[in-house]
Structures are given as structure tokens and as C-alpha cells.
């Protein structure tokens, strides 16, 4: 089927490894959310796109997170020098809504620090 | 945001009408009520969202009191498929929220045979 799609499904790190983290949206998806999920808990927002711009970033925990969308589809989340506490499910949606109504999840990237 | 409160666990048989509530009594009036599930290991899904009016597709209905204080996410048939966490949200649509969703703890909905 043609949904969000993310890759890897998991990924193991050792502490201190950067890692980039993959999203395909639905084509023609103007909006692209990112969140970041901690074992037990709902998923928290970390950033959003529309198109190729980068129009909120309030919920990225540190500068060690940087996340892109270069020609406004694919996008990629990028975690340098990794510490445990990033440990947590990575999860992108997308939406055909520049107001981000009905996002459509992937299921997610489980990101393990070592 | 508006903050919502939901019952952390539900019960129901399979077959039965499940009724999920929400409370989200400080909803402004430009904030859409969503209704998203995540079933173990998969990404959350979406059901459905209403601003005033009652809404209805093919997975769910939802009710939203006059007031728009509190809201019902109905599932008519409920099947052991649909045990889930239930996620009732309040978003803004538009402006600086665009549309990011807050989640809560949901509410977790066990079909039971």
C-alpha cells in the first residue's frame, strides 16, 4: 500500500553514534510531523514540515537532533553523538493538509542506545 | 492546546457497542476534537475528528456535546481488531499549532471474546 513508510524498522547504537533515521510520506503529503515515543507513553511532537520548510522545531529535546526535507517529500531525522536517553520509538506522520488534519502514521523506527 | 481526560481502561464484549469518552472542557472554539488508536507495535492510527458537528464514517461515529466540553468516540460492532490505546486529542488547525497533535496516556480498550 502506499503509507508512511520508515526505515530502518529498528536500529542498535552504541552510545555516542550519530544515526539518521528515514521517512517516506505519502506522495504529494504537503505536512510531515515527527514525534518521538518513550516505552509506556504517547507520542510527543518533535518537529513539522511543510513542503521543504521546516516551520516548527519547538519539540526537538537538543541540538544533537536535526531534522530535513530537502525537495519537500522525503525526510530524514538525524541524531548525533547518541545518548541513552534517546532510547524510544521514532515515529513520522504525514498529511495531505497544510493544517495537518488525519496524519498517517508510519510504524515507526525503534531506536536502542547501547 | 486544550488538555483532555479520558479513563485509562475500558472494557468491552466483542460484538457490543464500545463508547469511549473525553472530557476536554477548556476546547477553544477553533480546536478540532481527533480520535487516533496505536495498536501494539504499529503507529498511531486515525479514526476520526469533528469540530461541532456529530461525525460518522466507515470505522467509528463521533459525538460532540453542544458545549464541545467533552466528546463520545462510539465503535458500533466492536471486534478483539480494535483493542487498542485510544487517543482523544484537542488540536488548533492552522496558525503556529499546524495541526501537531498532544497526546495523553489514552485510554486502553480491551474487546474481550
Known amino acids: 500500500g502506499a503509507g508512511v513508510s520508515q526505515s530502518p524498522r529498528y536500529k542498535v547504537a552504541k552510545r555516542g553514534q550519530d544515526v539518521a533515521l528515514r521517512c517516506d510520506p505519502i506522495s504529494g503529503h504537503v505536512s510531515l510531523f515527527w514525534y518521538q515515543q518513550a516505552l509506556g507513553q504517547g507520542p510527543e511532537f518533535l518537529t513539522y514540515?511543510?513542503?521543504?520548510?521546516?516551520?516548527?522545531k519547538s519539540g526537538l529535546p537538543s541540538d544533537r537532533f536535526f531534522a530535513e526535507r530537502p525537495e519537500g517529500s522525503v525526510s530524514t531525522l538525524k541524531i548525533q553523538r547518541t545518548q541513552q536517553e534517546d532510547s524510544a520509538v521514532y515515529l513520522c506522520?504525514?498529511?495531505?493538509?497544510?493544517?495537518?488534519?488525519?496524519?498517517?502514521f508510519g510504524d515507526g523506527t525503534r531506536l536502542s542506545i547501547l | 492546546d486544550a488538555k483532555t481526560t479520558q479513563p485509562t481502561s475500558m472494557d468491552c464484549a466483542e460484538g457490543r457497542a464500545a463508547n469511549l469518552p473525553c472530557n476536554h472542557s477548556t476546547i477553544s472554539g477553533n480546536e478540532y476534537v481527533y480520535w487516533y488508536r496505536q495498536i501494539h507495535s504499529q503507529g498511531p492510527q486515525y479514526i476520526i475528528h469533528?469540530?461541532?458537528n456529530n461525525e460518522t464514517n466507515e470505522m467509528a461515529s463521533l459525538i460532540i456535546t453542544e458545549d464541545r466540553k467533552s466528546s463520545t468516540l462510539i465503535l458500533p460492532h466492536a471486534t478483539l481488531r480494535d483493542t487498542a490505546v485510544y487517543y482523544c486529542i484537542v488540536s488548533g488547525a492552522g496558525g503556529t499549532s499546524y495541526g501537531k497533535l498532544t497526546f495523553g496516556q489514552g485510554t486502553i480498550l480491551t474487546v474481550h471474546p
Open positions: 469533528g469540530l461541532k
Open positions: 506522520a504525514s498529511s495531505s493538509s497544510p493544517s495537518g488534519r488525519a496524519q498517517h
Open positions: 514540515f511543510q513542503n521543504e520548510a521546516q516551520l516548527d
